[in-house]
């Protein structure tokens, strides 16, 4: 039942192109010529093209990726970039838990989590525009 309605409606595509003239039917030929649906990379524009590009780099320059993590001692602390003095940390101290501890970091000295003791420590960040 589907694929003769979406035949019934390319169908019906064409022929209203081909009524348009050879400018439809060129937008058709050339279409079908192109090699059919443009890749994401393609079509994308503004900052989700910029986001795109950063990442085929190896660059994550708005903070999308997860940070990596680090042992959480005071010497090893889990690095918070923010682009202010301050920023909310969620810390989720155990594997299993579902909850999440929410406590800002300050610059300067690294902060711990005040439930479980992991130390994470903010750092500067510049956006690229």
Request: charged share 20%.
């Amino acid at each position: 039942m589907a694929s003769r309605l979406l035949l019934g409606v390319g169908a019906l595509a064409a022929q209203a192109l081909r009524a348009h003239g050879p400018c439809g039917a060129a937008a058709m030929h050339s279409m079908a010529l192109g090699g059919g649906v443009p890749t994401d990379e393609e079509q994308a524009t503004g900052l989700e093209r910029e986001i795109i590009i950063a990442a085929q780099k190896g660059l994550d320059p708005y903070n999308i990726l997860p940070p990596k993590a680090a042992s959480g001692t005071k010497e090893d602390s889990n690095l918070v970039p923010s682009i202010t003095n301050k920023r909310i940390v969620g810390c989720i101290c155990e594997e299993d838990n579902c909850t999440v501890i929410w406590f800002w970091v300050h610059k300067g000295e690294s902060q711990r989590c005040p439930n479980c003791g992991t130390h994470y420590k903010l750092v500067p960040h510049q956006l690229t525009h």
